[in-house]
């Protein structure tokens, strides 16, 4: 998945927006050990990377 959104990277739409302008992502991740902890950083950080925005509550822990 990360990949693809990385192909967005360098395209723009007629209005010089990015291609992933208005789009939603959504990652749910089951568990609450130490390898879910890890792969919702890691998608998150790439999500990140790719100029998406996340609301401070995006990751429940607890």
């Known amino acids: 998945m990360l ?3 990385d192909a967005f ?8 927006r ?4 208005g789009r939603v992502a959504c990652v749910a991740v ?4 130490d390898g879910a902890h890890h792969v919702v950083a890691e ?3 790439g999500l990140n990377d790719g100029a ?5 509550t995006a990751v429940p822990t607890g």
Do not use: I, K
């Open 3 to 5: 990949e693809r959104l």
């Open 9 to 16: 990277l360098g395209e723009v739409d007629d209005q010089q």
């Open 18 to 21: 990015m291609m992933s302008y």
């Open 30 to 33: 089951v568990g609450n050990e």
């Open 43 to 45: 998608l998150f950080q």
């Open 52 to 56: 998406s925005a996340f609301p401070p």
